[in-house]
């Protein structure tokens, strides 16, 4: 990856090269210099839906959110329930009523729902039955498979869950039919007060809800998800990486199952033991697949999966003849009902003869109805074709003031588990930038349009130490552009356009903070990019760099695409200094 081409300039060059030696240092002055040569390096696309993106225009873009300081002060959970209880009323949310615009954009529903609080038709409701549990969530009516199975990973870590479900509301104590939640909003963590009116038709719930008639958690839950966004509509198709990034603040990185690598089982087990959000899923080869078309081995076509467990099973014990271990992952279907894998290591398979009774008693093994399912590390990397993990941030853990010690009692390795999570608030140093691409000024496109390439906001990293458990020194860093806003607007008929973001090593001879121009970008290579611009919320890529600065150039694939970003960069480094251009 050569960041440059010294070569001699012809006479036209040099007026040029003299005039912008202080940006590139292939316009220093060393003797005699060698002609340039341009970089030829052209950018792909990669969709993620069957259909060509949709261009937001300025329209949509400029119908941004107010921002916070502009924002008008509004009462908090605690003084609002306050205010009912002393007035002895209900709260009614006057910011998303209990009609069918909060279902549909149109105010057009597929039947009449009505608008009723737990108390109306369930008897002796409460928040939580015997806590939360991956088990209670079932999906209703709703398309937002890629919310619950983030949600079914969240009830596996009580610390990170109560995070987002805080433990002062319920439907005895000060009950007042309000109810508050904390969702990752763009950098900061945003606080959703709803009341506790839900869509029902015969006195059933209609979108998600738990197994137990009584217990609400759930559909609370999913409503303050949907005001959130603006509507129950909203949250109709998604990828599981937005909602995992939505409920721990976290970071996603995805792995291409179709080229996993070949450590995969390795990875999966240390995310899993550093309590990392993992979901899974299957995108077909052909685009006429219908979604969550079932196939022949119980397994879902674009549809959502968590990954609850990564493990190892000893199949000598039981079975002599047999040598070694099983390397095994446990899925949940969020539907929470028979659909399952059929294949090995399902429900009542042969396999599960090879082990013993001490092993199946460890794993906590069950054969039920319950979405629930085993499969080797090699039949899941062979049915599925993406897998996303999510790592927790430090800062997540600054708005959980309840101190819980509590941990999931069929854990693997909880130990380890327990420390991994002690030492996350030293695993990572955190960047962030907010930024915008604005028409005719900085929505520049990717460098397949050189001539405004430059454009673009750019972002200046040193990393000045190399990671202390190595000894090749280089740094880690992940870089995650994630777009702004496009979910709330979706009522206007915004979507999310081809991002991505290219990184050029910066030369010693160019002075940091300095904006690079178009000269540079034509005869220097990047030293890293995305390896597609995708039309999703977030592009997130992992690096090992050696120390030096860099300069992070973000954009999306053509000119002239509006919209707000948030530009996040991690490090495993000590130390990390930025400037903004």
């Not at 990397?381 to 999510?390: M, R």
Request: proline share 5%.
């Amino acid at each position: 990856m050569s960041d440059e081409v010294d070569v001699e300039a012809p006479s036209e060059k040099r007026e040029l090269r003299e005039h912008d030696e202080r940006h590139c240092r292939c316009y220093k002055s060393k003797g005699s210099l060698p002609p340039l040569t341009p970089v030829d390096d052209i950018e792909k696309p990669s969709l993620q839906k069957s259909t060509y993106y949709s261009r937001v225009t300025n329209k949509y873009s400029t119908q941004r959110i107010v921002k916070e300081g502009q924002k008008p002060i509004k009462k908090g959970f605690r003084t609002l329930r306050d205010e009912c209880l002393k007035a002895n009323k209900l709260y009614e949310d006057p910011e998303f009523p209990p009609n069918d615009y909060s279902i549909s954009f149109q105010g057009v529903t597929r039947r009449h729902y009505e608008w009723k609080r737990p108390h109306e038709f369930s008897k002796d409701p409460h928040m939580f039955i015997e806590g939360a549990t991956r088990f209670d969530i079932q999906q209703g009516e709703l398309g937002d498979c890629w919310l619950l199975a983030a949600v079914s990973n969240l009830t596996q870590n009580p610390r990170l869950f109560h995070v987002v479900v805080p433990r002062d509301q319920g439907f005895t104590h000060m009950y007042a039919g309000i109810f508050h939640f904390k969702f990752w909003q763009y950098g900061r963590w945003e606080e959703v007060v709803i009341d506790d009116m839900l869509p029902t038709y015969h006195n059933q719930l209609v979108f998600m809800h738990s197994k137990t008639d009584n217990e609400f958690w759930c559909a609370l839950l999913e409503k303050a998800y949907a005001k959130l966004y603006g509507g129950y509509e909203a949250l109709r198709g998604g990828n599981i990486n937005e909602s995992m990034v939505d409920l721990t603040g976290g970071v996603v990185e995805m792995v291409d199952l179709r080229n996993p690598p070949s450590n995969l089982f390795s990875v999966m087990k240390k995310a899993y033991r550093r309590a990392a959000l993992m979901g899974c899923a299957i995108e077909p080869d052909h685009p006429q697949v219908q979604s969550e078309s079932i196939l022949s081995n119980g397994l879902i076509v674009r549809h959502a999966y968590s990954i609850t467990r990564v493990t190892e099973v000893d199949i000598s014990s039981a079975a002599p003849k047999l040598q070694g271990k099983a390397e095994l992952v446990r899925l949940h279907n969020p539907w929470g009902n028979e659909t399952e894998w059929t294949g090995a290591w399902s429900d009542k398979s042969p396999e599960w003869a090879t082990i013993s009774l001490d092993e199946k008693k460890r794993l906590g093994l069950t054969f039920d109805d319950d979405g629930e399912f085993w499969m080797s590390v090699q039949d899941f990397a062979s049915n599925f074709t993406t897998l996303e993990i999510c790592d927790v941030t430090p800062e997540v853990f600054e708005y959980d003031n309840d101190s819980d010690s509590d941990s999931s009692s069929d854990e693997d390795d909880e130990e380890c588990q327990r420390k991994q999570q002690e030492n996350v608030q030293r695993r990572w140093q955190r960047l962030m930038f907010e930024g915008a691409w604005v028409s005719r000024h900085t929505a520049g496109g990717c460098r397949n349009f050189i001539n405004t390439f430059a454009s673009n906001p750019q972002y200046t990293v040193k990393l000045e130490d190399p990671d202390e458990d190595d000894d090749d020194d280089l740094c880690t860093m992940v870089v995650s552009l994630m777009q702004k806003n496009v979910r709330q607007l979706k009522r206007y008929g915004a979507d999310y356009q081809p991002i991505g973001y290219t990184i050029y090593k910066l030369p010693p001879e160019i002075e940091p903070g300095v904006k690079l121009d178009t000269e540079f970008f034509k005869y220097n290579a990047s030293y890293a990019k995305v390896p597609f611009f995708l039309n999703c919320r977030e592009v997130t890529t992992r690096f090992r760099f050696p120390a030096g600065y860099y300069v992070i150039v973000t954009s999306t694939f053509e000119p002239e695409m509006t919209g707000e970003f948030l530009l996040r960069i991690f490090t495993e480094a000590k130390r990390l200094k930025s400037s903004a251009k």
